[in-house]
């Protein structure tokens, strides 16, 4: 299985980014898709995730600004990023739950500064 994210970047406060996770390779049903953050010196944490039912949920910090979708016809997850704060700056992972295992992507580097 590979996740190949992209969309990530340099933005001011306030602005907005689009991520997406494009999912290949043999699987089975995706059970889970997510997006997790880690910023320098912390731990990893999840932002958000979205389960085959098309249920959501999201870290208490990122809620009303953050949007997670799946598009399940090319197995991909987005993540729309708006009203961006310096302390969402990280480097986020794609992870996708499929066949009992976590599948982690290579992480994409998003930078909030004015």
């Known amino acids: 299985v590979q996740l190949v994210e992209s969309g990530g970047g340099l933005v001011q406060p306030g602005g907005s980014l689009r991520l997406s996770c494009a999912v290949s390779?043999?699987?089975?049903?995706?059970?889970?898709m997510g997006w997790f953050r880690q910023a320098p010196g912390k731990q990893r944490d999840l932002v958000a995730r979205i389960n085959s039912g098309g249920s959501a949920d999201y870290a208490d910090s990122v809620k009303g600004r953050f949007t997670i979708s799946k598009d399940n016809a090319h197995n991909t997850v987005y993540l729309q990023m708006n009203s961006l704060k310096p302390e969402d700056t990280a480097v986020y992972y794609c992870?996708?739950?499929?066949?009992?295992?976590?599948?982690w992507g290579q992480g994409t580097q998003v930078t909030v500064s004015s």
């Open positions: 390779g043999n699987m089975f049903i995706i059970l889970e």
């Open positions: 992870r996708v739950l499929t066949g009992g295992i976590l599948n």
